[in-house]
């Protein structure tokens, strides 16, 4: 099992900067290995993917955060990050972190939420204008 916790999420005006921040543990995970992604559901929307990062540091975003928001890991904490800045009201939404233990997403040419087997429960962000 992986168990994964995300914290970080606020109230931001627009142009602010947050952090988010995804705790992993459990007996299945091993940081080092496969990808781990950052996903977004606003309220009616789909879940879509924002940011993820492989196991040797690679990173991709979705064109809408590119620029303005930076994935990164430490594998010593096992703590996966997301740094938003110049944040919209568009970026309002739930943040969710999510797991791919095999690595198998990276090769989607989308970041995808089915290629991801384990998720955290959320964290909300929302920008006013």
Not at 3 to 30: D, I, K, P
Not at 77 to 104: Q, R
């Amino acid at each position: 099992q992986v168990q994964l916790v995300e914290s970080g999420g606020g109230s931001v005006q627009a142009g602010g900067s947050l952090r988010l921040s995804c705790q992993a543990s459990g007996s299945a995970y091993r940081y080092n290995s496969g990808c781990m992604g950052w996903f977004r559901q606003a309220q009616g929307k789909e879940r879509e993917g924002v940011a993820a990062i492989n196991t040797y540091g690679s990173t991709r975003y979705a064109d809408s955060v590119k620029g303005r928001f930076t994935i990164s890991k430490d594998n010593a904490k096992n703590t996966l990050y997301l740094e938003m800045n110049s944040l919209k009201p568009e970026d309002t939404a739930m943040y969710y972190c999510a797991a791919d233990l095999m690595g198998g997403s990276w090769y989607s040419p989308t970041i995808r939420s089915a290629d991801f087997g384990y998720w955290g429960q959320g964290t909300q962000v929302t920008v006013s204008s």
